[in-house]
């Protein structure tokens, strides 16, 4: 199990995993952790979310925050993309 893994500064790693660098340890305790804490797991996604028009070049979002198992959301990503005003196709 993860959690006797990383007791005692992962001692059971040395002993039963026989892994005597402790470059290599300290990586996977600390993978080990951010396993068990589900840091890396995929969040929600945010609800409520609201658009407001500022200007010709300006728009304010707002939304509910995302949910992890076990860790924050800290960032999120707000991508960008060009959509035509009108379909050209529909006036031939």
Same mark, same amino acid.
């Given at each position: ?31 080990? %952790? ?7 797991? *995929? @969040?929600?996604?945010?609800? /409520?979310? &609201? ?22 959301? %800290? ?7 060009? *959509? @035509?005003?009108?379909?050209? /196709?529909? &006036?031939?």
């Amino acid at each position: 199990d993860f959690p006797e893994l990383v007791e005692n500064d992962g001692e059971a790693i040395i002993t039963e995993l026989h892994i005597e660098r402790a470059s290599f340890r300290k990586k996977l305790v600390r993978h080990i %952790h951010a396993r068990m804490l589900g840091i890396g797991s *995929v @969040p929600s996604s945010p609800t /409520a979310i &609201k658009h407001t028009l500022e200007s010709c070049s300006t728009v304010s979002f707002s939304w509910d925050k995302s949910t992890s198992e076990g860790f924050p959301v %800290h960032s999120y990503r707000v991508q960008r993309r060009a *959509v @035509p005003l009108y379909d050209a /196709a529909a &006036k031939k």
